[in-house]
């Protein structure tokens, strides 16, 4: 008995090497939504540095847009800024895709392990 009363001690959670996982459809699920997830972040993230380069190329040079720190006011402003720039261009649409793609692939993953539903 731990000294706490809980019965059993922090090193009794945590499963040893030699425990086996059990490979269920619902943690497959998980796994393949959490690296579906990545994938979405990372195309977004992307589409995003694209963007900017493209959006620089027309502005002078000293007024750039840093290719660091992403707030919701900044995105915001680029998204903007190249929908003017750009109209035809298919970018933004891209990274709100693959943004959206994320989320979903994130609140899959977190049904799948259990963290919500």
């Not at 425990?19 to 459809?25: G, I, K």
């Not at 660091?68 to 903007?80: A, H, L, S, Y």
């Amino acid at each position: 008995m731990s000294r706490h009363g809980l019965g059993h001690t922090i090193a009794s959670l945590v499963p040893s090497a030699s425990t086996p996982v059990q490979m269920t459809p619902r943690l497959i699920t998980g796994v393949l939504a959490l690296g579906l997830a990545t994938i979405g972040m990372v195309v977004a993230s992307l589409c995003a540095i694209v963007m900017i380069e493209q959006i620089n190329r027309k502005r002078p040079k000293g007024d750039l847009v840093s290719y660091f720190g992403f707030t919701f006011w900044k995105n915001q402003r680029i998204f903007n800024e190249y929908r003017r720039l750009y109209p035809a261009g298919r970018l933004h649409v891209y990274a709100w895709s693959a943004s959206a793609l994320a989320i979903v692939g994130l609140l899959t993953c977190a049904l799948c392990v259990g963290l919500i539903g």
